[in-house]
């Protein structure tokens, strides 16, 4: 979990239609109060990964916060007849889910404004980025309607640069896995592992080894193609990268993060996004909820369970329903009066929000495609940038932009102290050491964000000491209050989470309404 | 060289228009014999991909083949002020550059005829179908305004089917990796590689090995999340695939080559395919280059080098120009009578044709996203369909289509010699031993092409014995004739090949054009 891909909740508007989609409709009609009907028993989602509610609730539910998790909620229960409403602190919708462009103003709580002046078509995706194929994202976007294409999460031709040294990721690659074939080649040979393998079983790994290491005859590493070419094939061979640095130097190089990037079940090629940027999904499922079911600027001041209520006050207003979703993030609503016990505070106190922060670079110039060749993927680095993110969109337009920072924990908090301007200075000079002098020159325009200084949210996202008794408490109702989040699941900072969430709090709150109907 | 990429010349029609570019003006400007002007000399090219020749030519050269190598002549010598026509056997532009879509017609040598049924935005890339980020193809894509996107060429969750057996990709990656970690550990542990390795290499080493094989505390390889899922991680952590086959059954199942498939430099992660269908290239040289500079249908009988001209004799006609640049594949250039002398024929004859085929197999649904979760990539299978590509476009729309085999030489030739119904249900038995009988119940239609059996190619591309001196014979003029093609670089099977050649061919000639000027 110590290198997350994904933040999930909270935020800054995104440009947000009011056109009801199904969801809406069903979502009005239980608002009119009306009973289960014909139509509603012949109710089939439309595709599969749709989520289905058997029988139909007229209960009012009042949800706490406009995230992704509060919004799938609303989306969800709106199907199935529901009256609800959902109270977002900020002026915006969508949580961490938050695609800057041109013209939008980031805030921070320290009172820095950041005006993004990015050109037509460049969008900073400064919260979710990517979504995994097996992820219940995939079925929302399928769904909402909401295009997709592929992320390039892993890219070998992007750089590693580690202790001081840059090569690219395909030349890390192929001298580590030479020299680790070699050695286990060498080992085979000197019989130290007959106990293991049988002849058989040796022949069957040194020819795996020779393909993995493209081990020359005698099986050593002596180089390989795939290191790649300082002038590619073509009329003749090209002319292929220097032989490797030795054994030693390649271990020391520290390049192993790097070049198993990709080898998680949560970062595996291929990875995706939405055709031009994240806020898509909450835009589709604001369409789908209603806009005017969302009030923003409503911060929660209180929360009462009653014996067959729940009133949620906010700054301004009141508002009793049947049941309440609160969907903050555990740190913050921890710090809200509640009746809910001093169980549920102690619980809610045990998860520790974690910083992060990243930045957007825009250059005028997509000079990471014209000069580097690469396009797309990530450069990883032992910097306190952790990662440089190429665009994978807008391939061969005039501008473009990078993620020039994706970094939590420690690096995110000194990031985040600085000034913006400071934090591109820092992150401008940490770049450069591998692009060289362009990566500063040519910068256009840049915003950053530092998640623990967002309003409301004060965290990118949180880390559980352990997946203990305070987690299980809150994955349960107390009283008539629900809690839902990505911060609830095994899924922590993906927006995959906050809909897995919303759909188990969901599935609990209508089992308990058709029971007691 | 044994398991190439991409098809590259000759085929069929594709939808051209005739707005003329840049190129188109230039060209223009040579065939009305216009002296270089002011404007010429201002001349820069559009991108840095562009290609610059200095100074202009006005001969009239013949081209021999419009493929992507006979285009790609045009194209740079209609800029450089040279008067281009080219004869093309065929009826449709294009060579092995060649996307089918619903409504077009395939026919193969034999006599037999193909209507592709295809949906609305379903295409079949039936010769190349993707690009290296470091391929001279991706320059032409920006120089003409050809959108390319994301082309899925490795994918974890798409399948490995060897010796009856099928895994992920991600699994069988996962389990190899376990055991050569835990192998390699174990030798580290027993100093077998004492000579070799430092303590400190050792230590380095074994962190290594650790991270890459997913090793337990005792570094061994007890399985791993890489494997995947039966149900992935969201409300509790999930339940993972059970533990891994031991080492013995994990050697024998011979995924070697699969797990390794995007190690090459040409096959590296990510890699491209123009939005909509290969053939938008085509279609841009073809706008470029001006329709009417081709004349389709004109199958060449004889080429006649003479002291100061080229005359080139086709079915119907003969046109004498000043150099001639001929394109067509060594194998049938070879048949056509020419006056170039022997040791010319004897280079011709030497590249050896390759068959090569693939299928598209169109569905109603598109299951392997529904079910399988594979958005793009390649299962990698050691049956006689070797591949299965699934599209990396029009991700969640209704219809799609897989390439069912992509084979070349003996399985090509074995499912060329079929019919086209023979083919599919060879096809389909294959593909339903690994995704079950929905593989064959659920399909739509389909198109297969055996580039052996079509007409004017008579092979997908050449296998050169040795790149020796029948090969760089041919890279240089014999007289006035020039020849070009993948066929004649080390990216043989490439359109960058085909490119590459082309240039290097234009610019052989525009030398020698400005030299005796």
């Not at 220097?242 to 993060?257: F, I, N, Q």
């Not at 325009?445 to 409301?456: K, N, T």
């Not at 809690?483 to 899924?491: E, P, Q, V």
């Not at 969901?506 to 309404?513: C, E, G």
Request: proline share 4%; aromatic share 8%; net charge positive.
């Amino acid at each position: 979990m110590a290198d997350r891909g994904t933040l999930t909740r909270r935020g800054l508007l995104v440009g947000i239609g009011a056109a009801g989609g199904a969801g809406a409709m069903y979502a009005a009609m239980g608002a009119l109060g009306l009973a289960p009907s014909e139509q509603d028993k012949t109710f089939t989602p439309p595709r599969q990964g749709d989520f289905t509610l058997k029988g139909r609730g007229a209960a009012k539910v009042v949800i706490l916060g406009a995230g992704v998790a509060g919004l799938t909620v609303a989306y969800e229960l709106g199907k199935a007849g529901y009256d609800c409403t959902l109270l977002e602190a900020s002026d915006r919708i969508g949580g961490r889910n938050l695609t800057l462009r041109g013209g939008d103003r980031l805030t921070e709580l320290n009172g820095a404004a950041q005006d993004a002046r990015f050109g037509e078509g460049v969008y900073f995706n400064a919260g979710p980025g990517r979504i995994a194929p097996w992820m219940v994202t995939m079925d929302y976007c399928r769904e909402l309607g909401v295009p997709i294409e592929t992320f390039v999460n892993s890219n070998a031709s992007a750089y590693v640069h580690t202790e001081g040294r840059t090569v690219r990721n395909k030349t890390a690659r192929a001298d580590m896995y030479g020299y680790v074939a070699e050695l286990l080649a060498k080992a085979t040979h000197h019989r130290a592992l007959d106990r293991r393998l049988t002849g058989e079983d040796r022949e069957r790994l040194l020819e795996f080894l020779r393909r993995f290491g493209d081990l020359g005859p005698k099986l050593t590493y002596e180089g390989s193609e795939r290191r790649g070419f300082t002038r590619y094939p073509g009329m003749d061979g090209g002319t292929a990268l220097t032989s490797p640095a030795g054994l030693h130097e390649v271990l020391a190089a520290g390049v192993g993060r790097a070049i198993t990037n990709d080898f998680g079940y949560d970062q595996a090629t291929p990875m995706f996004q939405p055709v031009g940027g994240m806020d898509a999904i909450v835009t589709r499922l604001v369409e789908a909820v209603g806009r005017d079911r969302v009030r923003t600027g409503a911060r929660v001041t209180k929360i009462t369970d009653q014996a067959g209520s729940v009133t949620v006050t906010w700054e301004g207003g009141e508002l009793t329903a049947d049941y309440c979703v609160t969907t903050l993030p555990p740190h913050i609503l921890a710090k809200i009066p509640h009746n809910l016990g001093a169980l549920v505070t102690a619980a809610l106190r045990t998860p520790v929000p974690v910083a992060a922060g990243k930045i957007g670079l825009e250059y005028g110039r997509r000079w990471w495609e014209l000069e580097d060749r690469i396009y797309g993927g990530v450069t990883e680095t032992d910097l306190d940038i952790t990662h440089i993110w190429y665009p994978s969109y807008g391939y061969h337009s005039e501008r473009g932009l990078l993620v020039g920072y994706y970094n939590s924990g420690e690096p995110a908090e000194l990031y985040g102290a600085l000034t913006p301007e400071d934090r591109r200075r820092r992150a401008l000079t940490q770049g450069k050491k591998i692009h060289g002098e362009k990566y500063r020159a040519e910068l256009l325009s840049s915003v950053s964000i530092a998640w623990e200084r967002q309003p409301h949210l004060q965290g990118g996202w949180v880390r559980w000491p352990a997946f203990d008794s305070s987690f299980t408490l809150l994955q349960r109702p107390s009283g008539r209050v629900y809690f839902a989040g990505d911060w609830l699941t095994h899924l922590v900072a993906w927006q995959a989470g906050a809909m897995e969430s919303a759909r188990s709090t969901v599935t609990q709150l209508h089992r308990r309404v058709t029971a007691s109907a």
